[in-house]
């Protein structure tokens, strides 16, 4: 059915008030009430983008005019957790790991980290960071710290998986970059095999056998290296070690399956 101009002009000054209304929350609700208004074709789909085509929010600057008109957010706080903290540091500027949902999740997951939450469901709009934060950077985190934990990554297609794979790996090596750089270290410790590549390359079609047997024979001609940053993530003397976009292993064991 054909909606008039002005019917369609006035279906959108209505959201656009309940979204500053509730504050860019509420989503549900602002569906509910649009349709308890008169308009029963309204989906709150059409706020989110959809493949190349930006929802109402992004189209019509929403987003845009409703942060303008909060006060500025307050960046000097404490870190909540040391997971809090290495975040910011990992990430490129514009990341604001301090918005009030994000902290909220970084608390929730505080939680699965200390083991006092064994299952957890995520329910957020797109574009609100949860990939960013827990898919990529939460796994980084929890295999520095526990390197011989298993992951399992699904997606609804292998691409994607793939793609959040590297972001963990990527992630891992902006953190040794950044410790290389504090230590004053040259990145490859003058071995003959880089042990970034352990962590950042995407090999998926090259011989991981062969690069891991090399980076051994080269290491021991120089006698056995003390432990570093890095040495629990990337051991070269491991032979035959895993490292593709769809599956890379860890120096003792652990790793990510993406599928």
């Not at 549900?28 to 930006?54: A, K, V």
């Not at 990430?91 to 064994?118: C, N, R, Y």
């Not at 990554?153 to 090596?173: C, D, P």
């Not at 290491?219 to 070690?241: C, Q, W, Y």
């Amino acid at each position: 059915m054909e909606r008039s101009q002005e019917y369609l002009q006035s279906r959108l000054q209505t959201c656009q008030r309940l979204f500053f209304e509730y504050k860019g929350r509420e989503h549900s609700r602002i569906e509910r009430e649009m349709r308890s208004l008169g308009f029963t074709d309204f989906n709150r789909r059409c706020l989110y983008p959809r493949g190349l085509n930006p929802g109402w929010i992004e189209r019509y600057g929403w987003d845009r005019e409703l942060l303008s008109k909060l006060p500025p957010a307050d960046n000097s706080h404490e870190p909540l957790n040391a997971f809090h903290a290495w975040i910011k540091k990992v990430s490129p500027p514009m990341f604001d790991w301090d918005a009030p949902h994000l902290k909220l999740l970084i608390k929730t997951l505080q939680l699965v980290t200390e083991g006092k939450i064994k299952r957890l469901m995520i329910f957020m709009p797109p574009r609100h960071g949860k990939s960013e934060l827990v898919t990529m950077r939460y796994t980084a985190w929890r295999l520095l710290m526990e390197p011989a934990l298993k992951v399992i990554l699904a997606s609804y297609n292998q691409h994607l998986a793939n793609r959040f794979s590297r972001g963990i790996r990527n992630t891992l090596a902006e953190h040794f970059s950044q410790t290389r750089r504090t230590a004053g270290t040259p990145a490859c410790h003058g071995c003959g095999s880089s042990q970034d590549q352990d962590v950042d390359s995407d090999n998926s079609t090259g011989s991981d056998t062969g690069r891991a047997s090399a980076a051994s024979g080269g290491m021991a001609g120089k006698g056995a290296r003390g432990p570093t940053d890095d040495e629990p993530l990337s051991n070269p003397f491991r032979s035959g070690i895993i490292n593709s976009a769809a599956e890379w292993e860890t120096g003792q064991g652990g790793g990510v399956k993406a599928v």
